[in-house]
């Protein structure tokens, strides 16, 4: 009887245990559900983007007079998409909601803008909004406003010059009739023609180049600019070695070479003047040398040689450019 009794105790109180361990899991699953998971991510708000909000100025063009002449921003409003709702809503900033800050357009092209407390100057003008609450908005909205000037003229004394490869080259001093701080000058190549901040050229190799030139610093007149052409001819070509010689009916020619030649003409004849029966050879602007073949062992001959140069004009039309003849040489056998 008494060791039955010990086991009836002894299983109630492992039924007990069971049931406590039981519950104290449920209160702790219960706990976990309850308590929020400190490691999980938080929703950041969406923010709303003002970029097509239209902003609109007292006046979006006006004339250079020296003084500050910055437009005021009337209003800044439009339509917005809303997130949540998938459609669209009207959004207006009030004054008190916005900055305003002004940007010198560079160039619409690459987005080169420069950031100016006023504007005053003569050119273009970005005109930038940004909300304050940067919790709430993001983006940028913005207009442009332009300053024009009075018409100023630029000259110079030549537009076109036709020059020789190491030759001296001009000047370019041109003159203007309004105001601003100084020129800038632009090879479109100057590998053929350079050009100092001053003015100064310099021709290099034959070919086609130009120089733009445009004011620069004004701020009552409107930017000028115009352009001068140069076309680069080839120099004298020279002979290498002495006396040309014919061996049976052919003779070698060389000579030194020149840059940007595009091609070599070698003429040669029984003729000094060759005005009579005289042939032409082309050669590529590569090589420096040639052989005539075909030569009578009779005839005395005598041959010249220039460099050719091709370009291209801004209509696409092809131009040579011809080198002053080489001395001439007398091949004899």
Request: aromatic share 8%.
């Amino acid at each position: 009887m008494k060791k039955k009794l010990i086991r009836i105790i002894t299983l109630g109180a492992v039924l007990a245990l069971l049931f406590t361990s039981a519950a104290n899991v449920y209160a702790d699953v219960a706990e976990e559900k309850e308590t929020p998971d400190s490691t999980a991510e938080v929703q950041e708000p969406v923010k709303i983007n003002i970029e097509k909000l239209t902003v609109v100025l007292e006046r979006y063009l006006a004339a250079a007079d020296g003084s500050v002449i910055t437009p005021k921003v009337v209003s800044v409003s439009g339509r917005i998409d809303d997130e949540e709702g998938g459609v669209q809503k009207d959004l207006s900033l009030k004054p008190d909601e916005y900055d305003v800050k002004y940007y010198r357009v560079h160039s619409f092209a690459n987005a080169n803008y420069e950031e100016v407390e006023a504007i005053s100057a003569v050119g273009e003008y970005k005109v930038s909004v940004t909300a304050k609450d940067t919790q709430t908005y993001e983006g940028e909205a913005y207009s442009f406003f332009s300053v024009v000037g009075k018409p100023q003229q630029l000259t110079i004394a030549k537009t076109k010059y036709t020059l020789t490869a190491g030759r001296e080259a001009p000047l370019l001093e041109p003159k203007t009739d309004g105001d601003g701080t100084g020129f800038v000058f632009v090879s479109s190549d100057p590998a053929v023609v350079s050009v100092s901040k001053g003015g100064q050229t310099k021709v290099l190799k034959p070919g086609r180049a130009i120089v733009s030139i445009r004011t620069e610093g004004t701020t009552l007149f409107q930017p000028a600019n115009l352009q001068v052409t140069f076309q680069v001819k080839p120099h004298k070509t020279f002979w290498t070695g002495k006396a040309l010689k014919r061996k049976k009916s052919r003779a070698a020619l060389a000579w030194k070479k020149q840059e940007g030649v595009t091609t070599y003409e070698v003429v040669y004849g029984t003729q000094k003047n060759f005005a009579k029966q005289s042939k032409t050879k082309l050669v590529k602007g590569s090589l420096t040398k040639t052989t005539l073949k075909g030569l009578k062992k009779e005839s005395i001959y005598y041959v010249k040689v220039r460099a050719l140069t091709e370009t291209t004009d801004t209509r696409g039309n092809k131009r040579t450019m011809e080198g002053p003849w080489s001395s001439v040489r007398k091949i004899t056998g």
